[in-house]
């Protein structure tokens, strides 16, 4: 996993997008590490059981389901973090957009390019 931009897209970068995305790295490091530690302690737990009972295909069945459960979930969780915030970084691109063209119509103009770009509204 990189988590190291290259040093030009740091220039291009805005405060807020370099603080979005130092999060969402941090975001996937930490969340690895939880997952990889209880991983293990799921695995010590199953090798314990295992010693202890010389069983080992009916806890394997346990353990198989217990970690590929955790996977899933972290998975999951941070493919929905990371497209949720792409969506939100696009939706304040198009606001500031937005803002920025209100200002620059006026309010004289406003009507007038409004029904030039939506159309007219029917009442």
């Known amino acids: 996993m990189v988590t190291e931009k290259p040093p030009a897209l740091d220039v291009l970068m805005k405060p807020d997008d370099l603080t979005a995305a130092q999060a969402d ?17 799921i695995l010590v737990a199953f090798a314990a059981a295992v010693f202890a009972t010389r069983e080992f295909a009916p806890m394997f069945a346990g353990v198989a389901g217990v970690v590929g459960t955790i996977i899933g ?9 990371s497209g949720k915030a792409r969506v939100e970084a696009e939706l304040s691109k198009a606001q500031e957009l937005v803002v920025r063209l209100a200002a620059y119509v006026g309010t004289e103009n406003a009507p007038r390019v409004i029904d030039e770009v939506l159309g007219r509204r029917r009442s």
């Open 25 to 41: 790295a941090a975001r996937w490091r930490y969340g690895f590490f939880v997952v990889v530690t209880g991983i293990v302690a």
């Open 73 to 81: 979930a972290y998975f999951g969780v941070q493919a929905g973090q």
